[in-house]
């Protein structure tokens, strides 16, 4: 049974935190280096259901792609809800690891295990990492449709591949436009319209798009938007992220139980709608 210290340091080696963004908060936010570990738990978010779901498996480590703290912090107290994160992890032995945009820019990476959900072939990532000499790391991924189809049927894709939520998926431009290429970006992508634009894709799909971005991208040309939940977008990532711990773990016999949390931890419930509009 391998130590915390020797899993991290597989982790590590996936996604290095140094190539986190400057703003990120990656790595081990608790655990004992000596603890054992032989069951591990991959989630998006960290938030209290994960945290009792690790306990019911008898898990001893939580990897998660979103951070706790992002930013810094006065209180562990318990009777807040990250405060009370924190007491049970410790309570109970429970470590937590996290690789945010270190996981994105990885190769494979999130927007890799978002296009492996869609079924779309992978390029190259849409914002490259010049520090790669294999051009293959980076931001988002530019792919390519094994048949074209139009951007309605790209839409309803997304939503038979990605895990339901309330938002299900939106679109923006004509849904009878034909699509080739896509870009994928999992999580927030409306940052990258610019490159985007200078990749020459018939699409974009990502999350979180903002109102004056988007209303912008559709009125610069006939790019069609597929927006997604934040959530089910990154998703895919824990899958990728458990097969790749399984691979490591056979290769050192090491024998570690991964699990894959399927609770909709999106912060979105419920959604009405009066129809179409106008």
């Known amino acids: 049974m391998p130590r915390l210290s020797e899993v991290i340091a597989e982790l590590d080696a996936l996604w290095p935190p140094e190539r986190a963004e400057g703003w990120d908060a990656v790595g081990t936010v608790c655990g004992d280096p ?20 690790a306990l019911k498996l008898g898990a001893q480590l939580i990897v998660t792609h979103h951070p706790l703290y992002l930013r810094g912090t006065t209180t562990v107290a318990a009777n ?9 992890l410790i309570k109970h032995d429970v470590a937590l690891h996290v690789a945010h945009t ?3 820019s990885a190769d494979p990476g999130v927007s890799d295990a978002l296009a492996g959900a869609l079924d779309l072939r992978v390029e190259r990532p849409l914002v490259p990492d010049p520090t790669d000499p294999s051009g293959r790391r980076g931001l988002g991924r530019i792919c ?10 790209l839409a309803a894709r997304a939503a038979a591949r990605l895990p ?13 436009t ?31 798009l903002r109102h004056h971005p988007a209303s912008e991208a559709v ?12 959530w089910a977008t990154e998703w895919p990532w824990c899958e990728q992220a458990a097969a790749q711990l399984d691979a490591i ?23 009405h709608s009066s129809g179409a509009p106008n």
């Open 219 to 230: 009125q610069h040309s006939s790019l069609g938007l597929v927006d997604a939940a934040h």
């Open 34 to 53: 000596d603890a054992e570990v032989d069951r591990v738990l991959f989630a998006v978010d960290p938030v209290q259901d994960i945290v009792d779901e």
């Open 178 to 208: 034909l699509v080739r290429t896509v870009a994928v970006s999992g999580g927030s992508g409306d940052s990258l319209f610019g490159a985007v634009r200078a990749a020459g894709v018939d699409a974009f799909l990502t999350a979180d």
């Open 102 to 104: 270190n996981a994105d």
């Open 164 to 176: 339901a939520t309330a938002q299900g998926i939106r679109l923006a431009g004509d849904p009878d």
């Open 249 to 271: 773990s056979d290769r050192h016999g090491w024998d570690l139980r991964v699990h894959v949390s399927k609770q909709v931890t999106d912060p979105w419930t419920t959604h």
């Open 80 to 88: 807040t809800f990250k405060g009370r994160v924190v007491h049970t």
């Open 144 to 153: 390519a449709l094994d048949h074209p189809q139009t951007l309605g049927e």
